[in-house]
């Protein structure tokens, strides 16, 4: 009897044994299944991320690309509304003006920005010098006069200032470089 007991025992010991390292095998599967996963998860987010951000830049460049070219129908209003002064017609200098005040309001209420020159150090990232006079100003070359006016959009530059700059004395610029 004792040795029946003991085959039995031997007997449920091994598929208990057997089912144990089936058990391990399958726990570190899902192991690395749920790493898998977890991995694949990241990616997905990352991705979603990615695409976000490209489709806003996409957007952003889109709307800098319309707001560009109307600044140029800007830039036509403001010339229309300039050269109509002498015109007897109040009625189409007056139409001029209201579209031209309107565009303005519609380029302002998207985030644009007129870029203030006149009188301020010439600065080359935000102005494009078209016209330089030699100046009696002692320190740095100063902007006198706005030919186009320049434009910021959301702290980006959309367009440059064309404008006239009054170069500092010579003199003052080589006695700075020298105390330097």
């Not at 003991?6 to 570190?28: M, N």
């Not at 830049?57 to 800007?74: D, G, I, K, N």
């Not at 434009?151 to 006695?175: C, Y």
Request: aromatic share 4%.
């Amino acid at each position: 009897m004792d040795s029946d007991e003991g085959e039995k025992g031997q007997s449920t010991g091994e598929p208990v044994d057997g089912l144990k390292r089936e058990l391990e095998t399958e726990k570190h599967r899902n192991e690395e299944l749920l790493t898998r996963l977890k991995y694949m998860q990241a990616d997905l987010e990352n991705y979603r991320k990615r695409m976000d951000k490209e489709l806003a830049e996409a957007r952003e460049s889109s709307v800098r690309s319309l707001l560009t070219r109307l600044l140029v129908v800007q830039d036509e209003m403001d010339m229309a509304a300039k050269h109509s002064d002498g015109e007897e017609e109040g009625e189409v200098k007056e139409g001029v003006e209201m579209v031209r005040k309107k565009l303005w309001s519609a380029l302002e209420s998207a985030g644009v920005e007129r870029i203030d020159c006149v009188g301020r150090p010439f600065d080359p990232a935000l102005h494009e010098a078209v016209e330089k006079v030699q100046g009696n100003s002692h320190g740095e070359d100063v902007v006198v006069e706005e030919i186009r006016p320049g434009f910021m959009f959301k702290g980006r530059l959309l367009r440059p200032s064309m404008v006239k700059v009054e170069l500092a004395s010579k003199a003052t610029k080589q006695a700075a470089k020298v105390s330097e």
